[in-house]
């Protein structure tokens, strides 16, 4: 079955600097991928998605990258804020099923 | 910005005994899903509702869960005889399409089994 994991539980970055999210997923037949975003107490908001069929797709802020060959991808924040604080979930689906792994989250915490 | 509301915020109950979570998700969207995140741990999927009936579930959604939606608007979870391993933040969510777009969650409701 699918398995979406993180690289690193925890990442702090200075305001004002980029900061990088990795994730890995096992599943060769995923097609579909989120990155939410996760403040204390609250539900997963989201952020940016891509398909397979991109190598990147760029937001406000944000950048995903796709690397199919490794099974990886990333979520860059530029010009991180203290707002950006949270944990930072990637998940991702296969096929015409909606339903989504999570990866076990990165907590980032933004210092001043 | 249309919103998934969810009732309660948070609920305790006694283990053994039924409990039903709510979710009135976004108007327009056609598919309904609920997730369940353990203190600690990742969010992960237990069922996906579409057209009145359930579309995928998980092995998490054992006989012990059924969904609903009795009306037009609400959305409901209901665990029949609660365990303590129940406990967690149940997130119900709801999307426009199946394929495509994202997830919209909500706020979750916390559920503490003692």
């Known amino acids: 079955g699918e398995s979406v994991g993180l690289h690193l539980p925890t990442l702090s970055v200075q305001e004002g600097d980029n900061s990088i999210i990795n994730c890995a997923y096992s599943n060769s037949a995923s097609d579909y991928f989120i990155w939410y975003k996760q403040e204390s107490g609250k539900g997963p908001q989201f952020i940016i998605d891509?398909?397979?069929?991109?190598d990147k797709r760029q937001g406000q802020r944000v950048t995903v990258l796709l690397n199919k060959t490794v099974k990886h991808l990333s979520l860059q924040i530029a010009a991180t804020q203290p707002g950006d604080s949270a944990v930072y979930f990637c998940a991702g689906s296969s096929g015409s099923a909606r339903q989504l792994t999570f990866g076990s989250g990165t907590q980032l915490t933004v210092l001043p | 910005e249309p919103e998934v509301t969810q009732t309660p915020s948070h609920q305790v109950t006694q283990m053994g005994q039924e409990v039903i979570l709510r979710c009135v998700p976004i108007s327009n969207h056609l598919y309904f899903y609920w997730y369940r995140q353990i203190l600690g741990q990742k969010v992960e999927f237990l069922v996906s509702f579409y057209n009145n009936e359930i579309s995928e579930k998980s092995e998490i959604f054992d006989d012990q869960f059924s969904v609903e939606r009795p009306d037009g608007s609400n959305f409901t979870l209901k665990i029949r005889s609660t365990k303590l391993e129940d406990s967690a933040m149940y997130f119900c969510?709801?999307?426009?399409?199946?394929?495509?777009?994202?997830?919209?969650f909500g706020e979750g409701s916390r559920l503490t089994v003692l």
């Open positions: 969510a709801s999307s426009e399409a199946r394929s495509t777009g994202e997830l919209f």
């Open positions: 891509i398909r397979s069929n991109m």
